[in-house]
């Protein structure tokens, strides 16, 4: 057999080459999904001291010269639940009714323990809960002296309409927030939280609330594993027997639900009920 030319076998390489063009840089793959049309940002936090990838979602028709404002919905696990989540609330808009939201997902850009720290990022004090793994409480200063003041300052955000859905240990996190700093969300969505360790500091008497029209919602699947249910189950409990709690209380069972493929249920769920306000009540 003939060897081939060096000169032949390199321009065949760049012929190859040359076969699929450059894409140009200001197109990313989620320009062709406008149900996810928005924006994304990276933040360098001081208060965790990592990095975070922040995807947001705005609503159809958003105007940033126009004088309207948005409810704003912060999403745990970002990775995963933006994508979900986010989408799905066009199709709350259309057939339930919902209000249009700003949709923003706080993600970590992987799913490996060294870049995904959400065993750190959601984990409330407690026993057996070592103190630097126990980073809800920087987590949350992030959130609240970080990122919303970022997204409110980006956006057109209503600040009286924040809410903050969680999913497993971000449900957790959920819960965290409500008890510790009531006022930060308006409303509130944990699923299927996955509270202990930890629990201890979620059954502490909340901090006191400025607001009167709080809510959290708690939603578990009938399949999701048994001791996460008992878990929610136990949280309910105490805090359904308290009447000085800060905030409405609703629990809700997604029947066949399991941990994680329901969320959808919890969050549909959730924002239907919070922005279902109850009625005023008899003079």
């Known amino acids: 057999m003939r060897r081939l030319a060096p000169a032949f076998v390199a321009l065949t390489l760049l012929a190859g080459c040359a076969v699929a063009p450059a894409r140009p840089a200001d197109v990313v793959p989620l320009n062709h999904l406008p149900a996810l049309t928005g924006d994304y940002f990276r933040v360098e936090s001081r208060e965790v001291g990592r990095a975070f990838h922040i995807y947001v979602r705005l609503p ?6 126009a004088a309207t404002v948005w409810p704003t919905v912060y999403l745990t696990d970002g990775d995963s639940l933006f994508p ?4 799905n609330h ?10 249009e939201a700003i949709v923003v997902g706080i993600a970590y850009g992987g799913f490996g323990p060294a870049t995904n720290r959400r065993n750190i990022d959601f984990q409330a004090p407690g026993a057996g809960v070592a103190d630097q793994q126990a980073g809800a409480g920087a987590f949350q200063r992030f959130l609240k002296t970080e990122l919303i003041p970022d997204i409110e300052r980006r956006y057109r955000s209503d600040l009286s309409r924040r809410v903050l859905f969680g999913q497993s240990r971000g449900g957790a996190f959920v819960l965290y927030s409500a008890v510790t700093d009531p006022d930060l969300f308006w409303g509130r969505i944990a699923s299927n939280p996955s509270i202990t360790p930890g629990i201890e500091s979620l059954l502490e008497p909340a901090a006191p609330a400025r607001r009167r029209d709080l809510g959290l919602m708690v939603v578990s699947g009938t399949r999701d594993r048994p001791d996460l249910q008992a878990e929610a189950a136990d949280w309910l409990s105490v805090w359904q027997a308290r009447p000085e709690r800060p905030w409405r209380l609703r629990s809700e069972r997604v029947e066949g639900g399991t941990h994680a493929a329901n969320a959808t249920d919890a969050y549909r769920r959730g924002l239907n009920w919070l922005f279902d306000p109850p009625p005023e009540p008899a003079p």
Do not use: C, R, V, W
């Open 90 to 99: 066009l199709f709350l808009t259309y057939d339930d009714g919902l209000p």
């Open 84 to 87: 979900i989540l986010a989408a």
């Open 60 to 65: 159809e028709g958003y105007d940033p010269a």
